[in-house]
Structures are given as C-alpha cells and as structure tokens.
C-alpha cells in the first residue's frame, strides 16, 4: 500500500502532472530533430533544476527521457533521417511505408507499440528489477565482447539482398569507429597525424550523413516526380493490427528490457537487435523487409521504449548506469543529495516507486502527444521537392553542429552523405555501416579487457568461456547464426520449399 502512494504522488499533483507532461512534449520534439539527443537535452535540464524539488526535477527529466526516444521515430519515417541512433531501424521499414502514403499509419502504429514497449519495460523494472540487475552485472567483457559479435550477425538482416555487399559495408563501419586514439594506449589509429581526428569521429554525423544528406542528394533525381499524397483516413491502429502485431512487440520489448539494462549498450542495440529478431521470425510479412514490412516497424519501436525502463534497472538497484542518459540522472540524483544503488532500494523506496509511477506517467502522455498532430506531420513529404530537399539539408546541418558546436562534425556529415549516396547508386546499404560504427567500439573495449584480464592468452580466453554458461550460450548463438547463413544452409532451405 506505501508502495502505491508513492507511485502515484506524480498523479495526483497537477504541478507534477503538468511538468511530466511538458517534459514528454518536448522530449518527443527534441528527439525528432537529428543531432539534439536526449542526453544533451537531460544534461541542460539538470543546470534549470539544480535548485528544484527534486520530484520536480525528476518529473521532467523522466519526461524529457521517454519522449525522446520516442520521437526519433518521426524523422526516421517521414524523411528517413533518424532523430537518434535508436531509431536507425525504424527507418528501414517506416521510411518505405511514408513513401507509400501510409505515413499516418506508420506514426499511429509505431505510437502504439512503443508505448506497449514502454509499458513491458516499467512492468519488468516494477517486479523483476534485482532479478534483471544480477543477470546484468554477471556479464565479463569477455560476454561484452561476443554480445557485439552477435549484432555484428545482424548485418545479414540490413544487408538487403547482396550480403558481400552488406558485410563490405559493415566492415567500413568498423574502421569508421576505430579511428581516433586507442581508448586503452592512447595510440594513434587511422588519423594520419591529423589532430582532429583524435576524438574520432562522431557516430551521429556519420548517421545524419548516410542516411539525411544521402537520401536529400537521391531524391535530386526525382525532381519531377509527382508527390505522394498520405493517405490519413485512420491514425490509431485498427485492434486487429494491435492484436496480430501485439507477441511480436512483446517478445521485441523483452530484447528490448535485457540489452537495455546491460550498461554500456542501449536502446540503438536493443533496436537493431529486435529488427534481426523480427526479420529472422517472421514467415509471412505483407510485404519484404526493407520495402515497408510493418513488422520491421513493430520491432524496433517496441524494444528502444523498452529499453528506457531496462536503463534503470542497474541504476536504481546498483548505482550502474545503463546508458548515457541515465549516467546524467544519476548525476542528478547525487546533487539531490541522494545516492543510487543497493543502499537506495532499502533506504529510500519512495524514490524507485515514485520513479516507477513518473515513468508510467510519460509513457500515457507519449500515446497522448504521439497520436496528436499526426496530420500535421505527415504534411512534410507531401512538401513539393525543391522544398523539402533544403529542409533536410538545413536540418542535416543544424543537427550536426548541434552534437559538438563544432563546424567539423558538419563536414563529416557531409563527407559521408555524399559516401551514402554513392552507395546507394552502387547497391550497397547504409544500414551496416551504422551497425559497425556503433558496435566497434563495444566489441573493442571489451575484447582488449578480456584479453588482458587472461594475461593475453588465448587458450585463457577461450577456456574461460567454455566454462562459462553465459558465454557459451553467446557463442552458441554467434555459430547458430553464422551457419544460417551459410549457402549450404541457405540452399538447404530452399530445396525444403
């Protein structure tokens, strides 16, 4: 019963209730603008509300967290430029559906599923949070390391149909994300004796460029093509839908909570890795992945809301922050003067229910202001070419200065637009370069980690890892998943049907 009134102390007070709803207004509108990400927004807020109550602060905080990683979702469908990483995938399948008319249907949709995803998300953190958090922490950097070779597999659903060719493409990203000085020795990699290139380069300006830049230079070849009008005769979902897609979005939000609540990864994993779930499992899709599957929206929209809830499982219960933006929360509950961890859980329950309650809170409001203005939003591809095309490089560029204030991210962004865009002419996906350059540097660290703690012996590793469950089941997984893409495997399947 304590319980409960603390979870409910955000919905009884309008002041409360107003600041999570202004909060997850203007997360979804900040997380649709590439280059504006949640943490950036989350970090300025904490400068407002240092001398706030700190329910008060939480409250928009929270709000501002949820929202965000929703709205990546609008760019990504209308434009396909992904407000943030974790809406990379949603793109694949959301941008295909706008094209086609149905950008209303894929917002109401991908509205639904992520609140649904939001929703497993908090129920998980609410009952199985120390659960959750010890499988959590039982992972080595040696697990790290195979869990970012299994999302490597995932080049072979991003690879479209020409898997040399995605693979090519993916091991680009890997040397994309390498570059920079060595986090571990401070050795010099791929800069070339250039200075700038010692921070490396930003994985959001090489998403903007390939997928923003890239897609505004093709569609210079469709100038006089005819704008296609959207078709908006319904936005919430029909219920058969929500009930056909609803297992998939359940099983796509448990990927979602799991790889959420492993620190260091989060919501783009989660995403991407539901997508390859999503590809893989279903037989029969409307139409092909990556021409506007409405599964390949389903997935990653589920899991990236469910992520949220999965970020701060480590956080409230260990003092381990599971992404970026919960490691700023935790900052914040330090000048609160509260202290995140074990100690938190039994000290200060009001705050994990109070949290649970917030969070709950902001997924309502998302299905509230996600299905709102949807008519309006749609109205941007049907824009006239010559227009829309400036609006995308302005936005493209606003986004890119906006991740460091620096002109240099902008030339990146550039630079790899017009890469994306020669790839696209040539065949080859945009998509694995993204993956590559976001799992190079976790497969990186983990793997210099792992191997140093065996004293660099390989024998070490490997033995380790045999007499490890958690690890064979990844490298179970990893071989599972290789062979099935084997021709052999491939071929075999094939003779079945």
Known sequence: MEALSFFAISWVSPELLALTALGTFLGIYVGAIPGLSVT????????????????????????????????????????????????????????????????GEAIGLSTVMSVIGGFVGIMVLAVAAPVVSDFAISFQPRDYMLLGVL?????????????????????FGIVIGTVGLDPLTAE??????????????????VMIGLFGIS???????????????QVIHRIVPKWKDVKR???????????????????????????????????????????????????????????????????????????????????????????????????LMIEQPNIFWF????????????????????RLFSKIVECPKGLLIPIIFLLSIVGAYSINNAVTDVWWMLAFGVIGYFMKQYGYPVGPVILGVILSRLIDENWRRAILSEQGSLSGFFGEALTSPLSCVLMVTIIGLFVSHTPLWTGRNKNKI
């Not at 927004?41 to 001398?51: D, G």
């Not at 897609?215 to 009008?229: F, G, R, S, W």
């Not at 949290?355 to 949807?374: D, E, H, P, S, Y």
Request: hydrophobic fraction near 50%.
């Open 40 to 103: 950036m927004a989350v970090s300025i807020l904490i400068s407002f509300t240092f001398s706030w109550d700190v329910n008060n602060a939480l409250c928009l905080m929270v709000g501002v967290y949820m929202g965000g990683v929703y709205g990546g979702s609008r760019t990504a469908i209308l434009l396909n430029i992904p407000g943030a990483p974790s809406a990379i995938a949603t793109a694949l399948d959301g941008y295909p559906l706008a094209q086609k008319g149905l950008a």
């Open 188 to 205: 010099e990699r791929f800069t070339f004796g250039v200075v700038d290139l010692w921070n490396g380069i930003n994985p959001v300006a």
């Open 355 to 374: 949290t649970v309650g917030n969070l709950t809170l902001a997924n309502l409001f998302i299905l509230v202001f996600g299905l709102t203005g949807i």
């Open 215 to 229: 897609e505004a230079l093709t569609q210079l070849h469709y100038m006089d093509k005819i704008t296609v009008k």
């Open 151 to 171: 999302g490597i597999m995932l080049v072979g659903s991003l690879s479209g149909n020409s898997l040399a060719k995605g693979i090519l493409a993916g091991a």
């Open 245 to 343: 897609f609803l297992p998939l979005s359940l099983q796509s939000s448990s990927i979602g909570v799991i790889v959420g609540a492993l620190p260091g990864t989060g919501g783009d994993i989660a995403a991407l890795m539901a997508y390859d779930y999503a590809k893989r499992t279903t037989k029969n899709p409307d139409v092909p992945f990556g021409e506007g599957a409405k599964e390949g929206l389903v997935a990653p929209e589920s899991a990236n809301n469910a992520a949220v809830s999965g970020a701060y499982i480590p956080m409230l219960t260990l003092g381990i922050p599971g992404d970026a933006v919960t490691a700023v929360f935790i900052g914040a509950l330090f000048i609160h003067g509260l202290n995140p961890g074990p100690l």
